[in-house]
């Protein structure tokens, strides 16, 4: 008998049909990945096993988990399963855990609910599975909080604490989406040896192929709430059926189609830019503390081309990012738009400004949930000193949102009413429409599914070269740096200690962290070099 | 439909047209005294009965109506006002000697004890419902100054205030367009809770004779009038006791909500 066994499990909310006839079956110490983009219902299919369902939830069916019928069970006995039978892996580490507990006291706590042991007892266990998550007592004593530790420490954290009471099933809902490349890599090498250590089975639940590719031993790959294909891993990647599927595959190492026509001339120009923030101070008089988040950096971004700044949080990209708005002033050295400074004090510059835009990470923070979409693609039209009134403006507004691949009508609308793709779109359209020469795009993609990511790197390469555009991509993920840029800056602690054609980069990195960064990216199977 | 905002709504609809209607019709004339007739039980000839003047008490809670309105609106008004756009600017330069300047005078004027502070206010300027207003109003605009600072400083670390600065507006432009219209939801919230003390505190003042000045009824002043005769006519306390009871708690429930229908947090079934 396996351990789980789903068995044609319909669900609706409200009436509406969300999981259609799935069946799928984990044995023990076996590593599923259930494959899918956002709605296509692969979280409803780990809730409906935890029988955590939504508001007006309906489930039929059968889920059996190790012989319990898990439709049919009281909440009393639910209650009683959930932790101790099957843990549970969220996707965001900074709010899965209570800030203003210890990480100690939040690991024991879960052993506490279920188990009738001491507090003393139910720490050193706590204690353990802090170890077992590789976070040593030394480094990490368990009065340590939240706040204190990293997004990948955080999120080991919270694997102790599902696997503290070693649950039979753990489930992994895209533990590590919002994580950097290289912390991925070790979460994933982390979740993997606990499945073989304990035995468990492993639900990891993902958008991305290529992240269980090399460590699932079975694939389930869904699509608007059905299971379209699913089969032994890595042996499914060579006979996939599925048009889905395969365009699924493809989208995971996508390679949008680009001319090169770079131009010798700079653009953007930095020249040993430093960038200070005053620390708070320790004492009423001590002596001003800085922290230099930007040391030293120096680059061209020529005309035309598209140039990747690669590294992981912390290293000074967003900072980077926002000096070279110039909304913020450097300490030291110079940034320059087409040889004029970018930043001219409290009055911006506005012929400097309206040659650069920026498109940032996330598709649900960047707009003002009250604008319409005319409002918010007409935003930077202000840095014009006569911005087209009338007609003009719709022309304008019109083109930019054809552009992106959206209609006209959408202009009425509000922010809300479109898709984390669509938003996306709008942010370029936003950035697209005083036509400026230099698009920053900060993270642009890195918040998207893999499929809407393929599209979006496609518009993107296709206005490039339309509009004459020149991109610089701020990303910690290689793997789109890879496909699109012409040039590699690699960043760490906020110096570049890597630059080069992306091929070289890629081909024979020279410097450690840069090889580190490479290893970290995950493979699909039949790419690898 | 939210039901407590149905409730508070309706509540508070009751004495808005009271006072409205007050304008063109009461019962009977509030000004003129009436001396037989004192001291009536509620009935027939007077619902709510009469004071101790003959005036009819349901004609007076109308009145009064407008008056406690009046006061509280232009004391919100004068909180939103100038609390509002300190609130905003204090945010925009926040760490700056501006933010500390507006924020400490904030503290300043919290620090004192507000009753006291009106009564102060009215003893040196003399006691009228226009001072009380500007009493009360006074002690709205740190409610509201900290309110939005707070609110508006968790906005300007958004995406899109970052896109509206590469548009190079500057920090006024951003906070009308961009933080102020993502704090109203906040502003009317805390508006219906700073109306419902502004009518407590107006009652209060009037209470202790340093509001509304005879013969302009208000709610305060008739119990504490009602006082002496409380043993052999309690109806004189009663009515008015309620109409400030029952609008408190009609604009405390609109207020609740308010919050609960405005808040997407609180929302069901967003996005």
């Known amino acids: ?529 | 439909m939210n039901r407590s905002l149905v409730i508070g709504a309706a509540l508070s609809a009751v004495f808005v047209v009271a006072a409205l209607v007050s304008f063109v019709w009461v019962p009977y004339d509030v000004t003129a005294l009436d001396i037989p007739n004192k001291l009536q039980k509620p009935g027939f000839q007077h619902l709510f009965g009469t004071d101790h003047f003959g005036r009819d008490i349901f004609s007076m809670i109308m009145v009064g109506a407008r008056t406690s309105i009046a006061v509280a609106v232009v004391a919100v008004g004068i909180g939103m006002l100038i609390g509002v756009p300190l609130g905003l600017a204090a945010a925009a330069r926040k760490g700056s000697l501006m933010d500390e300047f507006i924020m400490r005078g904030n503290d300043l004027v919290f620090a004192f004890p507000s009753l006291l502070i009106a009564i102060m206010i009215t003893a040196v300027f003399g006691a009228s419902a226009v001072n009380a207003i500007i009493a009360i109003g006074v002690f709205n605009i740190p409610v509201f100054a900290r309110l939005v600072r707070g609110a508006a400083l968790s906005l300007w670390t958004r995406d899109y205030v970052l896109a509206a600065r590469v548009s190079g507006k500057g920090a006024a432009r951003i906070s009308f367009e961009h933080i102020l219209p993502n704090v109203t939801n906040l502003l009317i919230v805390q508006g219906t809770i700073q109306f419902s003390l502004g009518i407590l505190a107006e009652a209060g003042l009037s209470y202790v004779g340093l509001g509304a000045q005879p013969p302009t009824p208000s709610w305060g002043r008739m119990l504490a009038e009602s006082q002496t005769m409380f043993s052999f006519a309690p109806h004189l306390a009663i009515f008015p006791g309620l109409a400030i009871l029952f609008t408190v708690l009609g604009l405390n429930l609109m207020g609740d909500g308010l919050r609960d229908v405005l808040d997407p947090r609180l929302r069901r079934a967003q996005r």
Not at chain 1, 12 to 28: F, K, M, N, Q, W
Not at chain 1, 51 to 73: C, F, K, W
Not at chain 1, 121 to 140: H, I, M, Q, S, V
Not at chain 1, 234 to 262: G, I, K, T
């Open chain 1, 1 to 529: 008998m396996s351990l789980l066994e789903i068995t044609g499990l319909n669900m609706e909310i409200h009436g509406t049909p969300v999981l259609r006839d799935v069946s799928l079956c984990i044995e023990a110490g076996q590593i599923v990945g259930i494959i899918g983009e956002s709605g296509s219902g692969k979280s409803m299919t780990a809730f409906s096993v935890m029988q955590l369902l939504p508001e007006g939830g309906q489930a039929r069916g059968t889920v059996r988990l190790s012989g319990h019928d898990m439709l049919a069970l009281p909440e009393e006995a639910l209650c009683k399963l959930r932790g101790n039978e099957v843990g549970m892996v969220f996707q965001e580490p900074m709010t899965a855990l209570n800030p203003i507990q210890q990480i100690g006291a939040q690991v024991a706590e879960t052993i506490l609910i279920h188990e009738s042991v001491s507090r003393s007892e139910a720490f050193t266990r706590a204690r353990e599975a802090l170890n077992r998550c590789e976070l040593p007592e030394d480094k990490f004593p368990m009065s340590r909080y939240p706040h204190e530790l990293s997004g990948g420490q955080r999120q080991r954290v919270v694997i102790a604490m599902a696997i503290a009471l070693q649950p039979k099933l753990l489930i992994a809902d895209e533990p590590t989406t919002a994580l950097d490349v290289t912390t991925q890599a070790e979460v994933l090498r982390l979740l993997k040896r606990l499945t073989a250590e304990d035995g468990m089975g492993l639900m990891l639940i993902t958008h991305d192929l290529a992240v269980v590719a090399d460590m699932a031993d079975h694939i389930v790959i869904m699509r608007a709430g059905e299971v379209v294909e699913s089969g032994p891993c890595p042996a499914l990647f060579d006979r996939m059926q599925h048009p889905y599927s395969r365009a699924l595959l493809a989208a995971s190492d996508h390679q949008p189609d680009r001319q090169e026509h770079v131009l010798k001339e700079p653009l953007l120009s930095l020249q040993n830019v430093v960038r200070d923030y005053a620390l708070p101070r320790s004492k009423l008089f001590a002596k001003q503390g800085y922290f230099r988040a930007v040391n030293g950096v120096s680059f061209n971004v020529r005309r035309g081309e598209n140039l990747g700044l690669v590294g992981e949080s912390g290293c000074g990209k967003s900072t980077l990012t926002r000096a070279i708005l110039g909304l913020e002033q450097v300490q030291g050295g110079s940034i320059t738009l087409d040889g004029e400074a970018v930043f001219s004090g409290k009055q911006p510059n506005r012929a400097v400004r309206r040659k650069m835009q920026v498109v940032f990470q996330d598709p649900y923070g960047s707009f003002n949930p009250r604008w319409t979409v005319r409002r918010l693609v007409c935003e930077p039209f202000h840095l014009l000193d006569t911005p087209p009134q009338g007609d003009a403006r719709e022309a304008a507004l019109s083109q930019a949102l054809e552009s992106v691949g959206l209609a006209t009508e959408d202009a009425d609308k509000y922010i809300h009413e479109f898709s984390g793709g669509q938003r996306q779109r709008i942010a370029i359209a936003r950035a697209l429409i005083i036509k400026p020469e230099l698009i920053i795009l900060d993270e642009a993609v890195s918040a998207l599914d893999v499929s809407i990511r393929a599209q979006i790197l496609d518009l993107l390469a296709d206005l490039g070269a339309r509009f004459g555009l020149t991109y610089l991509f701020i990303s910690h993920d290689l793997s789109v740096v890879r496909n699109v840029c012409d040039r590699c800056l690699v960043m760490q602690a906020g110096e570049i200690v890597e630059r080069g054609l992306t091929a070289d980069i890629f081909e024979r990195p020279q410097h450690e962290y840069t090889k580190q960064l490479i290893a970290a990216v995950p493979q699909l199977p039949g790419k690898a070099e």
